[in-house]
Every structure is written in C-alpha cells, then in structure tokens.
C-alpha cells in the first residue's frame, strides 16, 4: 500500500479543483447568455427589416407592380453590408437581392449557417397576398454575425485564461489556508515529541487546539494516561522486586558468612542450612508469586472455567484452616451459597489468600465469616473477620504488592511477602470481578462480587 | 535404581546427582543434549530428569527421540519457564511430571519417588504400619500399641500420606496438595498446626517419637531404629 498524500496537499488541490469547477461553469453560464442576447438581437433586427420589406412589398397592388419595388428596396438597404435581402415571387421570379444568398435548406426558422468563413443568421417569411392580382412574396433576410462569434470567441479565451490564473491563485491561497488551518496539528506533534519514557506525564492541549482536534487530543491523553499508569506499574514492580530481594538475599549471605568464619560442630552447620533452606523456599515462592501477578498485570491469565458451587470450595478451605483456626480460638462461620463460572485453582487460591489473611489478623476468640449472596446482579462473597479496624487512610493500598499493613514488617516465619492480596484481587479481575475492603467497629470485610455474564 | 539426569548448569547438576546419590539413587550426568540423549538410548535407566533448555537438543527434542525410539523410560521435566503452553507441550509428549525452577530438593525427591512407584503394581494393602503404629484403611481406624486413636478425616489422611510414603522426608507443599488439594502456595502455617495436632495425638502419649521435622525439608514418619 502506498503512502497517502499529505493532508495539506491534498486539501489544496482540492480547493483548486473546486474552484476551477466553480469559475469554469460560472463562465460557461455568461457565454451562453451572452450568445443568448446576441441571437435575440439578431432576431429583433431581422424582423424589423421583414416588416419594412412587407410595408413595401404591401404597396404593390399586381404583379405587374412587383420589379418595380427593386429601386425603394435597394435604397432601404443601401449600406447594410451585413445584411443580404432576397425577395422573390413564391414561383421563384426574383424581385431583388443585393447580394447572391444560399440559405441551406431548413425546417425551422431562424436558420444559422456556415459559408465562405462567414457565420450567418437568417429569418424567411412568406408574405401573402390580399389580391389575387398579386403572388405572394417570399422573403429572407439574412445578416453576417461574424463580428458576434469573433466577439464570443474573443470573451471566453481571456475568461479561459482569468479562470487558470484564478484556480492557481486560489491553489496558492488554499495552500496557505490549509497549512494555517492545519497549525494546531503541528503545535499537538510537537507536544507529541516531547513526551518520552522519562517525561509521560507531558499531555497534548486540549483547550488550546480546535474542537475538532480537541477530541483527538484528549483521546490521545487517556492513552498517554493509561500507557504512563503501566509504565509506572512496570518500573514500581522492578524497584519493588529488587527491593524485596535485597533483604532476605542480605540477610543470607551475613548467615552464610558467619558460618564459615570459625568451624562448628555439625549441628551448626544444620541449622544454618535449614535456616536458609527456608528462607530460599520462601524466595522461590516470591518469585513465583511475582512471576503470576506480572503474567496477571498482562492479562495473560486464561482461566478454564467450570461450574463451580463457591459453598463446596468454603467448605474445603475451612476444612484446610480448621486446624489453625481452632489453635487461634478462632470460629469458622459459612452461610449462603451461589454457582460461579471461573477456574476452580484460582478462586481457590483467592479464598486461601483471603482466609490465611483473615485469621492472621483475628485475635484469639474473634471468628471469621464467609457469607455467599447471589443476586440477579451477580454472585457476592464476603470475608469478615473480627480484629483492629484498620485506619481507612490504608485501605486502598491493601491490594498493592508488598503492602504490609503493619508497618513495622516484622518478618514473622509464616507472613507472606505482601502479595497474598495482590494475587486475590488479580484472580478476581481475571474472572471480571471486583474486589473491596471496609472496616470499621472491630470488623474488617474483603467483598468479591462476580457480576452476572451478560446476557446470560 | 538409575536416574539419567540432563541438565546443563553446572551447579545444578552436580547438586542433582550428589542429592540422588545420597538418597540411595545411581545418578549419570549429562551436561548437554546430544550426550543427554546418548545416555538415554544407550543405558537402561529407570528415569530420566530432564531440563528444557539445553544446548545441542532440547529436552523435549531429546523426549521426543525417544519415544520414536520407543524407549518409554519415564520422564520428569525440570523447566524456568511456567507457561501453561509449555506444561501442555511436555504432558502431551509424554512427560511424566513437571517442575519448575526455583524447586525445593524433597519436592524433587518426592516427586521422582512417585514416578518410580507408578506402574509397579501390587495388591493395595489394607493395613499400613510402622513400629506399633497401625493405619486400618478399611476401617478407617487407628491404633499405637493397641489403644485406639480417635482422628479426624483430614487427620487420617495426612497420616495415610505419611505412612505410605515412611521414611521420607515431605515438604509441605506436597503434603497440601496431597491431603487438602491444595495446589498452590498456600499458608504452610497450617500445615505445621495440623502436624502438630497429628502429633498430639500419635505420638505424645507414648515414649518414641514417630513424626519428625527435618528443619527446611519438610516431615518424615520414621520409626526409631530406622533413623
């Protein structure tokens, strides 16, 4: 595919095109008037000189009388050398003529001809007879229009050549327009050029561009909003990442090192290892946790999805934290029940992530309750737990990664890295859902809710 | 038994091969694809570990010849990658199971056990014991030294678990897959308060200790004389 014309181009012969159009029809339209007016002026002179013939020809009382009208005729039209008279007697006798006249044969009156470089116009009329002692007379008078062609022809050259030079002024002007008209564009690309991967917060003028360009613009803005939003996401998951590395991998290598300083006794040795055996699971286990919310954070998660009845899924995590619930003198509560279509791993994932939660912040003889609605809007899962309220200021950034409500971060063994929440709520927009969290009074409350499919 | 192991960085299949040895495997080493899939004609081994990327001939390349070959050695995939696409590839041509790097050692151990377990049929025993502890699967009863234990369902089958496989060493991880199908990252919090309830009950009233945590593995039941 070739590259289409510039807009400027384009608009410009187009402009020259429309006015060439415009000026060429508004010249064919005077010509044709004019030849108009020139006819009819023909015509009015022609019969005027009819009705002088027919007044003459009117005083002939016989046919006998007729020649002799060749004497007042020739005097009338003595000097008319335009003009060629022929008057004759319907059997053809001729009367006279001034000057000899082949009208080609017509059906229709007035006749127009060609002859000898000449353009000629001509009227015929018969002129009948009130007695029978006179023949009728026929007449025609025809008159040279060369000097109306030649005038005509004259009059549409010089417009012809007014008409070029108009269409190539106004092509200049157009051009001109189109580049001034087109001016807010260039101020937008230049906006454009400035914004880089170090500077995306530059935004193109929507105010300051036409209406026309204002919607592009602020179109454009959104994407640069959003693109500048992952961008960031981006850059905060490689500082985030290097930064949660750091201290564990820190704090290995000093483990490491103190270790091989001075020789010990094999359980030494033991124990070291098995300390950082764990803390190295629990770095493959940030790393793939990571590796699923980059993989989520593209969309890349593709869920199978089945029936699955949320109350049986409950039922099988509460059966999983059961045990640790009860060592915490925490109560299990489940009520409700609703179908979901989604993929069974991953809301099972979402409900560990958000129990593990819950009964890690429950204090002893607090309880935790799930409760399942299912509504014509959709289905709904709420996670209560009863504990400290959190302060609302933090609430929006439970969902980040490596958010610790407590931010002291202290490390304790079976605290994840932050990203429990983080993964709850990517599985949850996986399966076009949406999550919140409230809390107030001593209790706290993540609510999924999976709107109804459409249409379904 | 003899496990082939293929992989081409150095520290990781030294450590694979010490690892196996020591846990009572014969381990061959081969450090790229073309010896990879030499050995794996040419030997008669009971497993093949098998990393993806290697240079020569890729490991599923190497499967592929194989099964060509039709040399139906079993096979577990050792990969960097976790796509889906790529779990579905291996499956499909064959493998027998899949880990992906970053793995713990026991999960590995545990896993190539498994592996070599599959297709050796036996009568399913009914009743699984060690020392004078006594699984009645049947029944669904436990007993030590004769006095019944009252357990859980989800107790029993953690215990199950721990009985068919005694004497090595689970991590945690496969204990939630195993018994609470959990296969995912999970709170292995949990798992340690449920040992610790198993162990309440099968192992504090009497004098020797069956269940016992190998600090940064996993669990293993063991009885005293064996360890």
Known sequence: MSRPASIATRLTLLFALVSSVVLLALGGLVVSALERHFRQQDIDLLEGKILLIRALVGQAGSDAALPALAGPLHDAFVGHHDLTVRVARADGHLIFANAPLTVPEAAHQPIEWRSGGHHFRALSTTIASDTPA???????????????????DRFSATLGVFILAAALVSALLGGWAVRRGLAPLRLMKARAAAVTATRLDERLPVDAVPPELAELASE?????????????????????????????????????????????????????????????????????????????????????????RLEDEVTDMFDFYDALAEAGHIALHARGGAQLHGDRLMLRRALSNLLSNALRH??????????????????????????????????????????????????????????????????????????????????????????????? | ??????????????????????????ADLARNGVDGLHLAMTGDHDLLILDVMLPG???????????????????????????????????????????????????????VRTVLRRGRSGAEPTTLRLADLELDLLRRRATRGGKRIDLTAK?????????????????????????????????????????????????????????????????????????
């Open chain 1, 134 to 152: 006179r023949a009728p007379v026929e007449v025609t008078v025809a008159i040279d229009i060369n000097h109306h062609t030649a005038f005509i």
């Open chain 1, 220 to 308: 454009l803005n959104r994407m640069l909003a959003r693109l500048e939003d992952a961008f960031r996401r981006l850059s905060d998951f490689s500082s985030d990442l290097a930064h949660e590395l750091r201290t564990p991998i820190s704090n290995l290598i000093t483990e490491t090192q103190v270790a091989l300083l001075h020789t010990r006794d094999a359980a030494a040795y033991r124990d070291t290892l098995a300390s950082n055996a764990e803390e190295f699971e629990r770095l493959g286990r940030m790393i793939s946790d990571m590796l699923f919310l980059a993989k989520a954070d593209h969309g890349l998660i593709l869920p199978s999805r089945e029936a699955i």
């Open chain 1, 362 to 456: 429950t204090p002893p003889g607090g309880r935790v309750d799930v409760r399942i609605e299912h509504a014509a809007a959709g289905v709904t899962l709420t996670v209560s737990n009863t504990g400290a309220t959190i302060d609302p200021a933090r609430l929006p950034h439970l969902f980040e990664r490596f958010y610790r409500a407590d931010t002291a971060r202290s490390h304790s063994e079976h605290e994840g890295a932050g990203l429990g929440l983080a993964i709850t709520r990517a599985i949850v927009a996986a399966h076009q859902g949406h999550i919140d969290v409230e809390s107030a009074a001593g209790v706290t409350r993540f609510r999924l809710h999976f709107p109804a499919p459409a249409g379904g």
């Open chain 2, 1 to 26: 038994m003899k496990v082939l192991i293929v992989e081409d960085e150095t520290k990781t299949g030294d450590y694979l091969r010490q690892g196996l040895r020591e846990a009572g495997y014969t």
């Open chain 2, 57 to 111: 001939l890729d490991g599923w390349q190497i499967l592929d010849a194989l099964r060509r070959a039709h040399k139906d050695v079993p096979v577990l995939f050792l990969t960097a990658r976790d796509a889906v696409e790529d779990r579905v590839k291996g499956l499909e041509l064959g493998a027998d199971d899949y880990l992906v790097k970053p793995f713990a050692f026991s999960e590995l151990l545990a896993r």
């Open chain 2, 155 to 227: 107790e029993f089958a953690l215990l199950e678990l721990l009985l068919r496989r005694h004497g090595e060493v689970l991590p945690r991880s496969l204990i939630a897959s195993q018994v609470w199908d959990m296969n995912f990252d999970s709170d292995t919090n949990v798992i340690e308060v449920a040992m610790r309830r198993l162990r309440s009950k099968i192992d504090d009233p009497f004098d020797t200790r069956l269940v016992h945590t190998v600090r940064g593995m996993g669990y293993v039941l063991e009885a005293p004389d064996a360890a």
